[in-house]
């Protein structure tokens, strides 16, 4: 499976900022499909995931960003209102035909795309 991240760039605090995350090479509707970011000097953390009945969210963003699938384009998105400055990050997304939720254990990781959410 091969992933390919996108839509990632500066945005003001407030505002919104929709990423993406498209999948090849495997039938993407058979999926667990997450979303994690890594900040600078920080680990790696779980944002959101996505199986067949809805997202699951970090408390961190839960209701500010919202995930969501289009099988028809084998694509994940991660709609992110009101982003906030500590939102600042490498967002990636993963996949993985039995790993769902804050699992880091996703087999398969796309390249990253960069949010910087300024003040």
């Known amino acids: 499976v091969q992933l390919q991240a996108s839509g990632g760039g500066l945005v003001q605090a407030g505002g919104s900022l929709r990423l993406s995350c498209a999948a090849s090479?495997?039938?993407?509707?058979?999926?667990?499909m997450g979303w994690f970011r890594q900040a600078p000097g920080k680990e790696r953390e779980f944002v959101a995931s996505i199986g067949w009945s809805g997202g699951y969210y970090a408390d961190s963003v839960k209701g500010r960003f919202t995930i969501s699938r289009d099988n028809a384009k084998n694509t994940v998105y991660l709609q992110m209102n009101s982003p906030k400055p500590e939102d600042t990050a490498i967002y990636y997304c993963a996949a993985d035909p039995n790993i769902r939720g804050s699992s880091d254990r996703y087999s398969y990781w796309g390249q990253g795309t960069l949010v910087t959410v300024s003040s």
């Open positions: 090479g495997r039938t993407y509707s058979s999926l667990f």
